[in-house]
């Protein structure tokens, strides 16, 4: 793991922001729509992910945020991008539910933040 300060000077201060780069599995599913050296950013109470997708295409996750340790930008970093990556499944799940002329029944969310689905099909 990879970690980085910079100053950040724009506002006359000086604050201290610290960044990691994360490992986080099935991050490649939101890169994978990117153009080579293109990013995705998200951002969440004081928090910064990026997916991003360098010039030779490899795949990258980072997180920053001023005035957190290490251990809050990881836990916060990989929250965050475990939900992008599940709502990036979620809509590409229901753009093909769609797709086929199925009809959600139901849905929710457990206690896992897994989503759960009911779709019906009815043929003539």
């Given at each position: 793991?990879?970690?980085?300060?910079?100053?950040?000077?724009?506002?006359?201060?000086?604050?201290?922001?610290?960044?990691?780069?994360?490992?986080?599995?099935?991050?490649?599913?939101?890169?994978?729509?990117?153009?080579?050296?293109?990013?995705?950013?998200?951002?969440?109470?004081?928090?910064?992910?990026?997916?991003?997708?360098?010039?030779?295409?490899?795949?990258?996750?980072?997180?920053?945020?001023?005035?957190?340790?290490?251990?809050?930008?990881?836990?916060?970093?990989?929250?965050?991008?475990?939900?992008?990556?599940?709502?990036?499944?979620?809509?590409?799940?229901?753009?093909?539910?769609?797709?086929?002329?199925?009809?959600?029944?139901?849905?929710?969310?457990?206690?896992?933040?897994?989503?759960?689905?009911?779709v019906r099909h009815w043929e003539n």
């Open positions: 793991m990879t970690a980085a300060l910079r100053n950040d000077e724009s506002q006359g201060t000086k604050k201290k922001s610290a960044g990691i780069k994360l490992e986080v599995p099935n991050t490649e599913v939101v890169t994978g729509q990117l153009g080579r050296d293109e990013k995705i950013t998200v951002t969440r109470d004081g928090v910064t992910i990026t997916f991003r997708r360098d010039e030779r295409g490899k795949a990258s996750l980072s997180a920053m945020g001023a005035g957190k340790s290490h251990d809050q930008l990881r836990a916060m970093g990989e929250e965050m991008s475990r939900r992008v990556v599940r709502d990036y499944v979620h809509q590409q799940i229901m753009n093909e539910i769609r797709a086929r002329d199925f009809i959600v029944v139901d849905e929710s969310v457990d206690g896992k933040n897994a989503i759960h689905i009911t």
